[in-house]
């Protein structure tokens, strides 16, 4: 039991990295644009199919296909906000970018199941195949390297927000949109720009997400939702909020599954979400509000 | 327009105040229902009766969903829920209670109703006491949680379901029965969408949605407003969950629980005209059949994903208030321009749009009524 | 004269900002007392910690004896203090009507207010008086978001009356109305006050205060630093330099004009 135990909270932990990477690109866009992103679960499946095809047909090792899938997920999230999400209007913006983010998921599944149909794929590759040793149990290599990978990842939107210029404009939007613009940042290209991150990120969390579960289109619910739990619990526009939400909720699952059952893990993913908003509705460690004056 | 009649909360718009125009509305609603009732005598065909009884399970749907999302501006994701709740407990009960297959049956679908309201309760008590945004997805989380309690508890039958009893009715006029068990619903539904849009009850909801700090600052309940509203929507919903229970004879987790219903019954309302009565009845009747056609045709039912995800964005971008807005704005702005010029100099509001929006007065999410 | 309102020792900062620095004020019952000072003195503020809009760091306030702080402003409310808002909130997809009726709602049981219609004719009759009061009538079935920032002001002063509170705290009423407005604004807030009604001030038309108040406090930098009445204040150093920035100016204050 003790070695499961341990097994679990490093399995949490390692893949807690991998869904603070995919979800601080959720909370990037809201804190930026004040908008939900509902295709975000349905994006990482999109990548995880990618590097699929790259692996099985291209021969492409998956981490060397990432220099293809995350660029080219850039590029979706760019034509997404673009195309869509330009359009809405500032007022109930955010309601409607969850409605629109919605439908473009079900595009995005739709295309997905009649391109690759409904059976379960998973990625392959030596280091999913083998695993290491240590602390008493098998641990494969992949969730070694997939956790390197995200906080690669994270340290580089990390230095890009808080060393770069881009990074004060954008960290200037996620404060007040609208003094940002005052002071001349164009808030409309910092927008599409942090989409696409926002999207991007997904094609690594993709990756690995495909490389440790089998997947289908229909994955794509399972983790928008536990995405969106994560993300309101760090605290809507917090990506240090993200991260940390991930790595506890994800290390709770993978507790509560070795210590009750993996049937009742998935509930108490959820009920976390549902407790903490009773006590606190602005979340772990969202600001509360002050009345609207 | 006499100034002294209470104004009921959604007929304050010059377009519905002249007499004529009250008339023909009630005259259409008439001919509606009689439409409705008649209906599977007309059409006999089982396809076509099976079609109806999946719209009318949607138009109730998105009535009831409608009344609730439309007037309080709280866009609810988790309705399936409901559905799924109403749907479990007909089929649960009548295994348990080993009830033969008749009209005995239907006494269940009220009680689904009342059970999916107490859930409600909870949840609304939850949910509501978040942000709006926060709201939409604990909405969705919560629906996932139901969806998974009814996955892997015995008693709902786990993943492979649970199932109705079976009538022995003949095959010829055998959706009839579900045909007008749904229609009653609907009826309800429709009841109780317009008790609460002319109450002050309804009030209420439509000044939070405009302005929830102020309604409170103002002495309105907020919480217990937006509760109620919640609750009852649950209420309709979860009656023809059991409906589409028995109709289906067999209930499955993941269609009973189906995140697709959500999105489904808030397009049908975003489609017809969010906050209207009679938008989310248009919305449905337009989409459904359209679904149901897809279903049939196609065997991957994957392409209709495509097609709802492009329709649902066509419509919220191009069309955000809705046909029944569009059209009665239209309508109504041809009526102002013959109108005597001269009394819209007197009310000295000279550039001001006189005519706001057609019959509903809660417009939908985006637009804010043209005018000064 | 009674305290009506008792505001002693408020202090509100908003992260390293102190919008409020131990800040006293009474209000006299029956009295119009005026709160002026200039832009960032904390008026508004003050207004939202009196009406439950804010909570304030230290200090209390109280209406006839009783401690409010920190109440929320659905109990203000109901302890009969009304309140207008500098931007004016209304609901504007309702009908200037239906803005009334929201505000006549009583505490009345849910149920109850389902199966009633949306307004008795009692109610209805209160609302077009009130409306009638403010000279709104005729777009009582206009939606609310149509009427111009001058009619919105009426509105709000309307809906604060619905429930017939007895002190009124206005914000900034005359801000951007038109001149003939300003003095209808005016001539009600008299009438109100023969009535009985207590009123309490913020504005910046210094014409439209002098004249109206008999009792005025200026803020600066929040805090109160003087109260009494338009003679006094109208010529006092401190004032002056509150408003000029230490110039040394022996203008009178007395033809600011109001600014929106």
């Known amino acids: ?293 | 327009m006499n100034g002294l009649t209470p104004p009921t909360a959604g007929a304050s718009r010059a377009g519905a105040r002249l007499p004529g125009a009250r008339r023909a509305q009630g005259v259409a609603w008439l001919v509606f229902g009689a439409f409705l009732i008649a209906f599977p005598a007309l059409f006999t065909n089982p396809t076509i009766t099976s079609i109806a009884v999946f719209t009318l399970i949607f138009m109730t749907s998105t009535t009831a969903w409608n009344a609730f999302s439309g007037y309080s501006g709280y866009l609810a994701l988790g309705h399936a829920a409901f559905f799924g709740t109403g749907a479990y407990t007909l089929a649960v009960l009548t295994t348990d209670l080993h009830t033969p297959g008749g009209y005995g049956v239907f006494w269940f679908v009220p009680l689904g109703g009342v059970v999916a309201s107490l859930a409600a309760i909870p949840v609304g008590l939850v949910a509501l006491r978040t942000r709006r945004h926060t709201f939409v997805v604990i909405t969705i989380a919560i629906f996932f949680i139901f969806q998974l309690l009814a996955t892997n508890f015995s008693f709902t039958g786990s993943s492979s379901g649970e199932q109705t009893p079976t009538p022995s009715w003949s095959a010829a006029g055998y959706n009839d029965r579900f045909y007008y068990a749904a229609l009653v619903c609907l009826a309800i539904a429709l009841a109780l969408a317009v008790l609460i849009r002319r109450s002050r009850f309804g009030l209420q909801l439509l000044a939070i949605r405009d302005d929830e700090d102020r309604a409170a600052g103002l002495g309105v309940r907020v919480t217990r407003v937006k509760l109620v509203a919640f609750v009852v929507s649950a209420f309709s919903v979860g009656m023809v969950g059991a409906v589409y229970a028995y109709f289906l004879g067999q209930i499955y987790p993941q269609f009973a629980f189906d995140p697709l219903f959500d999105l489904t019954i808030a397009l049908m309302a975003f489609l017809g005209g969010l906050g209207t009565l009679s938008g989310p009845l248009l919305g449905a009747m337009l989409l459904e059949p359209l679904q149901q056609y897809f279903t049939l045709q196609f065997s991957a039912g994957d392409v209709y994903l495509i097609v709802y995800g492009a329709l649902f964005l066509v419509v919220i971008l191009l069309m955000p208030r809705g046909i029944v807005p569009a059209v009665t704005d239209f309508v109504a702005t041809r009526r102002v321009r013959r109108s005597n010029l001269a009394e819209q100099v007197a009310l000295g509001q000279g550039g001001t749009q006189e005519v706001a929006s057609g019959p509903a007065v809660a417009d939908q999410v985006q637009a804010v009524p043209g005018g000064a | 004269m009674t305290a009506l309102l008792e505001v002693a020792g408020v202090s509100k900062a908003f992260g390293g900002l102190r919008a409020l620095d131990d800040c006293s004020l009474s209000v006299a019952e029956g009295a119009i007392a005026g709160l002026i000072g200039p832009n960032g003195s904390g008026k508004t503020t003050l207004f939202n910690v009196i009406t439950g809009y804010v909570r304030p760091d230290a200090g209390s306030v109280s209406v006839r004896g009783e401690t409010v702080t920190g109440s929320s402003p659905a109990r203000l409310f109901s302890l009969g203090v009304g309140r207008t808002f500098q931007l004016t909130r209304i609901f504007g997809r309702l009908s200037v009507m239906e803005n009334m009726l929201v505000a006549t709602q009583r505490h009345e049981g849910w149920l109850r207010s389902v199966l009633r219609r949306a307004a008795s004719a009692a109610e209805v009759n209160h609302a077009l008086e009130l409306l009638d009061f403010v000279g709104l009538t005729r777009l009582a079935d206009l939606p609310a978001a149509n009427l111009s920032y001058g009619q919105r002001k009426l509105l709000e002063l309307a809906y604060v009356l619905v429930a017939d509170p007895q002190v009124i705290l206005l914000d900034e009423p005359a801000g951007g109305v038109n001149p003939t407005l300003v003095n209808e604004i005016r001539d009600r807030i008299v009438e109100l006050n023969a009535s009985g009604k207590t009123f309490l001030i913020v504005e910046h038309n210094m014409e439209f205060v002098m004249q109206l108040c008999a009792d005025i406090t200026v803020m600066h930098q929040g805090r109160a630093i003087l109260h009494g009445p338009p003679s006094v204040v109208r010529t006092d150093q401190r004032v002056l330099d509150a408003y000029l920035g230490g110039d040394e100016d022996d203008e009178e204050l007395d033809d600011d004009v109001a600014v929106g």
């Not at chain 1, 004060?168 to 808030?187: E, F, K």
């Not at chain 1, 509560?256 to 976390?272: D, E, K, R």
């Open chain 1, 1 to 293: 039991m003790g070695t499961q135990l341990i097994h679990a909270v490093v399995d949490g932990v390692l893949t807690g990295g991998v869904y603070a990477l995919m979800a601080a690109g959720l909370t990037l866009i809201f804190g930026v644009m004040d908008m939900i992103n509902i295709a975000q679960g349905i994006l990482v499946v999109l990548g995880a199919y990618l590097s699929y095809v790259l692996s099985v047909h291209l021969g492409l090792d998956l981490f060397v296909g990432l220099a293809v899938t995350i660029p080219a997920l850039f590029v979706v999230g760019v034509v997404v906000e673009w195309t869509f999400m330009r359009r809405l209007r500032e007022r109930e913006r955010t309601a409607m970018s969850i409605l629109v983010t919605y439908a473009v998921a079900l595009i995005i599944e739709g295309v997905l199941s009649i391109v690759f149909g409904v059976n379960y794929v998973q990625l392959h590759a030596w280091y999913v195949d083998r695993s290491v040793y240590v602390l008493g149990f098998y641990l494969p290599y992949i969730y070694l390297f997939g956790f390197a990978l995200a906080a690669v990842l994270l340290g580089a939107l990390y230095a890009m927000l808080y060393r770069t210029r881009f990074g004060a404009s954008v960290r200037a939007s996620l404060q007040d949109r609208t003094a940002a613009r005052l002071v001349g940042i164009d808030v409309a290209r910092v927008s599409t720009i942090c989409f696409g991150l926002g999207v991007a990120v997904t094609a690594a969390g993709g990756m690995v997400f495909g490389a440790t579960n089998a997947f289908n289109p229909n994955t794509g619910y399972d983790l928008i939702s536990r995405l969106l739990t994560i993300v309101i619990l760090g605290g809507l526009g917090s990506i240090g909020g993200a991260l940390g939400a991930a790595v506890l909720m994800l290390v709770l699952e993978d507790v509560v599954s070795v210590v009750w059952s993996p049937v009742w893990s998935a509930v108490v993913f959820f009920a976390v979400l549902v407790v903490v908003l009773s006590i606190r509705p602005v979340g772990l460690f969202g600001r509360s509000m002050a009345r609207a004056q």
